[in-house]
T-cell receptor, first 115, second 109 residues
């Protein structure tokens, strides 16, 4: 029962470096999303996807790119890391709205530090 | 625009005391509201949703549209309730949720 798997769990970057956070789910969920968690600010939506080939911006998309070539995978790319992107990142998946009860299934999180 | 506010960052109570975690929202349509919980070293998970009107682990939450609130309550707190609690709202963007800032509940023995 893997559910939502995120890698890596920890990463330290220097300002200006790029990297990709990986997210995979094995529940055949159509919807996937990325959130960042910062103290006192809760979780904020970065990007989301309602199906393969479809992505859209969330509340805080600047500095991040996503793609959805398959149902299972939804990688998050940091193009040029900045200290403001130091955060814990969560990937989540869910069923489509019609069949959904509002439940998102979350990964364990990826803690990113940008120096 | 939709917004969720949790006014308390930290709530500390003794075991057996009643607990109320506050949540207020701003949304122009008909909201769907949820409480998510993150226990130490565990994944964020759904605790309860307002449409189900259920009690989970002794917690209940009632949607008050007049006061735009969805407070989480439990009559007798247990030490295992210690966790981070997030109130969330589902709006227009499919299943994408807007989360509040979270409240850390500490239940002391």
């Amino acid at each position: 029962n893997a559910g939502v798997t995120q890698t890596p769990k920890f990463q330290v970057l220097k300002t200006g470096q790029s990297m990709t956070l990986q997210c995979a789910q094995d529940m055949n969920h159509e919807y996937m999303s990325w959130y960042r968690q910062d103290p006192g600010m809760g979780l904020r939506l970065i990007h989301y996807s309602v199906g393969a080939g479809i992505t859209d911006q969330g509340e805080v998309p600047n500095g991040y790119n996503v793609s959805r070539s398959t149902t299972e995978d939804f990688p998050l790319r940091l193009l040029s890391a900045a200290p403001s992107q130091t955060s814990v990142y969560f990937c989540a998946s869910s069923r489509p709205t019609r069949a959904n009860t509002g439940e998102l299934f979350f990964g364990e999180g990826s803690r990113l530090t940008v120096l | 625009a939709q917004r969720v506010t949790q006014p308390e960052k930290l709530l500390s109570v003794f075991k057996g005391a009643p607990v109320e975690l506050k949540c207020n929202y701003s949304y122009s349509g008909s909201p769907e509201l949820f409480w998510y919980v993150q226990y130490s070293r565990q994944r964020l998970q759904l605790l309860l949703r307002h449409i189900s009107r259920e009690s989970i682990k002794g917690f209940t939450a009632d949607l008050n549209k007049g006061e735009t609130s969805f407070h989480l309550k439990k009559p007798f707190a247990q030490e295992e309730d210690s966790a981070m609690y997030y109130c969330a709202l589902s709006g227009n963007a499919g299943n994408m949720l807007t989360f509040g800032g979270g409240t850390r509940l500490m239940v002391k023995p």
